[in-house]
């Protein structure tokens, strides 16, 4: 049997954090080899198992604990399949193929490849940790983005204006999960607020084949702040609108009650409707009877003429 020992060059592949990757093995197998006749296996840069075919059948007693239940080979493509990526799975591996015939085994096939880990740091979001005051106009953010792998190369805010752009450079803090080895990093700025203009903040995390931006945060032109109230001020305001209505409460009650005294009473009303009712009978009843009204002088004059008379009898 001609021997297929081939030394492959060493290949690249990607594979996402908490997810599965693949590390191929092109064997081509054009002499048509059963599985049957052949010991297939793959292991890491350490020298660790992560599985092997035994003659058509899995051997998982040379399988190393840290890969056991995360392997899957796919014998139309001979690819491993290595799932639950994690960053610690990043490095070298090696497939080898060997032919097992009646004097042992026989090297026939040897591939190498890398394997790189990924993970999706969070969109850049941007904090306020501060606003801007009345007299010194500057404002406080900090940008963060959380749970990335490899660590990212600068991360920067950028402002823009109607007129420019401006490039922020601050220190990047990093922090990196000792289980996960996942990355966080964050940055802060600290800068003056321009009064007569739109301004619009970015925050950017330079990636290795790509950028991250966050949502803008944006800041409208306005005048300074009013001044904070002074609460003395607004107390004694307060006052001051109390006493007024107080003062015009007193003198709308001493009104009403000036004009209360100037209208007559009920009782004088009534015996002047009385006196007025009696005049107007009399008068009705003169008139009936045809009788003239004497003075008080007229018969004062006919009361002494009767007296004179019954003296004149008398003397006769």
Known sequence: MALLLSGAASMKSQA?????????????????????????????????????????????????????????????NWTLKLHNIQIKDKGSYQCFI??????????????????SVLANFSQPEIMVTS?????????????SSVQGYPEPKEMYFKLKTENSTTKYDTAMKKSQNNVTELYSVSISLSFSVPEASNVSITCVLQLESMELHSLPYNIDAHTKPPPARDPILWIAAVLIMLVILCGMVLVLFLTL??????????SHECETNKVERKESE??????????????????????SETTSGDKSTTHF
């Open 16 to 76: 996402y954090f908490n997810k599965t990757g693949e590390l191929p093995c092109h064997f081509t197998n054009s002499q048509n080899i059963s599985l049957d006749e052949l010991v297939v296996f793959w292991q890491d840069q350490n020298k660790l198992v992560l599985y092997e075919l035994f003659r058509g059948k899995e051997n998982p007693q040379n399988v190393h604990p840290k890969y056991k239940g995360r392997t899957s080979f796919d014998k139309d």
């Open 257 to 266: 009650r000036k004009r209360k005294k100037k209208q007559p009473g009920p």
């Open 98 to 115: 060997h032919y097992k015939g009646p004097k042992g085994l026989v090297p026939m096939y040897h591939m190498s490849s890398d394997l």
């Open 282 to 303: 009399q008068n009705k009843k003169r008139v009936q009877d045809h009788v003239p009204e004497r003075s008080d002088e007229a018969q004062c004059v006919n009361n």
């Open 131 to 143: 606003n801007r005051t009345e007299n010194s106009g500057i404002i406080n953010l900090t940008c």
